[in-house]
């Protein structure tokens, strides 16, 4: 019960950010080509659009395996929402069409100390 009230919370914060905050409807139409989408490996949407020009990348996955775009460090999680978006505009697809990254191992990086420790005696693995 104390968690879904911080949920709620939460929740309630994050709608009167949106509201705040809008995203702009078209604002992967009007990305500059300069534009870095993806910091971990220096990926720009100029790269993105010219991908899917290029090759016909229609999916996040093909377009993520051609340009490299979330493939850095954070696995996407910083850079998948806008390289779906710029996708999606650059294909005429609706956003749900173009697909979501695949998880890679680690899903969330951890310390390495915590994968080769023992689990304690009679902790559940």
Same mark, same amino acid.
């Given at each position: ?50 991908? &899917? @020009? ?11 395996? !051609?340009?490299? #775009? *979330?493939?850095? /460090?954070? %696995?996407?999680?910083?850079?998948? &929402? @806008? ?11 609706? !956003?749900?069409? #173009? *697909?979501?990254? /695949?998880? %890679? ?21």
């Amino acid at each position: 019960a104390l968690l879904e009230r911080k949920l709620d919370q939460l929740t309630g914060f994050r709608r009167g950010l949106e509201r705040a905050f809008p995203l702009p409807r078209d604002w992967a139409a009007n990305a500059p080509d300069e534009l870095v989408v993806c910091r971990c490996e220096n990926v720009t949407a100029g790269t993105l659009r010219q991908t &899917v @020009a290029v090759n016909g990348a229609d999916e996040l996955n093909r377009l993520k395996a !051609l340009s490299r #775009v *979330g493939m850095g /460090r954070c %696995q996407g999680r910083m850079c998948g &929402v @806008a390289a779906a978006e710029i996708l999606a505009h650059a294909t005429g697809q609706p !956003l749900a069409q #173009v *697909g979501r990254l /695949r998880g %890679q191992a680690p899903v969330k990086p951890i310390p390495i100390r915590l994968v080769t420790q023992a689990p304690a005696e009679g902790a559940r693995t």
